[in-house]
């Protein structure tokens, strides 16, 4: 069975069950024996905190949903200020080149204002 399918609870006891048998029979193990069963315990308990964190985050998923609509759209979004375009100043150009100029100059490229080379009319 997968580890995200296991209930955490089960999981749980299972590792205290071994750590209680581990220290039962600790004694009269090897060296090796001890080793591996160390490895198993660590992936138990790594299985264990895989199915720890699946359950915490399907109980928040599960509180979002229980939000009201209008909540979960107002947190659901953030402003991203941009600087040049959020100063509320009215542009008018006289031509698209002015334009084109105009946000080459101002605007940063990742907004996506650039020309871009060999696209014009003039080209073909």
Same mark, same amino acid.
């Given at each position: 069975?997968? *580890?995200?399918?296991?209930?955490p609870?089960?999981l %749980?006891?299972?590792?205290?069950?071994?750590?209680?048998?581990?220290?039962?029979?600790? $004694?009269?193990?090897?060296? =090796? $024996?001890k080793? *591996?069963?160390?490895?198993?315990? &660590?992936? +138990? =308990?790594?299985?264990?905190?895989? *199915?720890? =964190?699946?359950?915490?985050?399907? =109980?928040q998923? +599960?509180?979002?949903?229980?939000?009201?609509?209008?909540? &979960?759209?107002?947190? /659901?979004?953030?402003?991203n200020?941009?600087?040049?375009?959020?100063q509320?100043?009215?542009?008018?150009? *006289?031509?698209? %080149?002015?334009?084109? &100029?105009?946000?080459?100059?101002?605007?940063? %490229?990742?907004? /996506?204002? &650039? +020309?871009v080379? /060999?696209?014009?009319?003039?080209?073909?």
């Open positions: 069975m997968p *580890a995200d399918t296991l209930d609870a089960f %749980e006891q299972y590792v205290a069950d071994a750590k209680a048998a581990w220290r039962k029979h600790a $004694q009269a193990l090897s060296w =090796e $024996q080793v *591996a069963a160390i490895v198993r315990m &660590r992936e +138990r =308990e790594a299985a264990l905190k895989a *199915a720890r =964190e699946n359950s915490l985050f399907a =109980e998923c +599960r509180r979002q949903l229980r939000r009201p609509l209008s909540d &979960r759209i107002r947190f /659901g979004f953030f402003r200020p941009n600087p040049v375009r959020d509320n100043v009215n542009r008018s150009f *006289a031509s698209l %080149e002015q334009y084109q &100029r105009f946000c080459e100059e101002r605007y940063p %490229e990742h907004y /996506g204002y &650039r +020309r080379p /060999g696209a014009g009319r003039d080209d073909a």
